[in-house]
Nanobody
Framework: QVQLVESGGGWVQPGGSLRLSCTVV??????VGWFRQAPGKEREQVSCISRDGRTEYEGPVKGRFTISRENAENTEITLTMERLQPEDTAVYFC???????????????????WGQGTQVTVSS
């Protein structure tokens, strides 16, 4: 059974940094993505890492967020977020893809299993 658990969310001031972690049980070396959902908005993808370790990012987070993995099996995925802004406030989810990619920046339909999410709040 595939399971995902996020951790590392919290509150940070604008310009600060946070690191989110995603533990994946039975990833089967498929792609893992990070998504976020702000209040009143649809869930959007921010980044992903493919079976072979390639990484992809959506425009608003490029240069500020970094996705990485602890091993080739994609069981531990980290999202390091820097220079955070209030518009980054959201619930962040990790998800396992239906395939290994690349590419993997396909949006929700490409992802089959989801974690419960972790809250990130950026405010002064």
């Amino acid at each position: 059974q595939v399971q995902l658990v996020e951790s590392g969310g919290g509150w940070v001031q604008p310009g600060g940094s946070l690191r989110l972690s995603c533990t994946v049980v039975n990833p089967h070396r498929y792609a893992v993505g990070w998504f976020r959902q702000a209040p009143g908005k649809e869930r959007e993808q921010v980044s992903c890492i493919s079976r072979d370790g390639r990484t992809e990012y959506e425009g608003p987070v490029k240069g500020r967020f970094t996705i990485s993995r602890e091993n080739a099996e994609n069981t531990e995925i980290t999202l390091t977020m820097e220079r955070l802004q209030p518009e980054d406030t959201a619930v962040y989810f990790c998800a396992r893809g239906r395939g290994g990619g690349p590419p993997c920046l396909y949006g929700e339909r490409f992802y089959e299993f989801w974690g419960q999410g972790t809250q990130v709040t950026v405010s002064s």
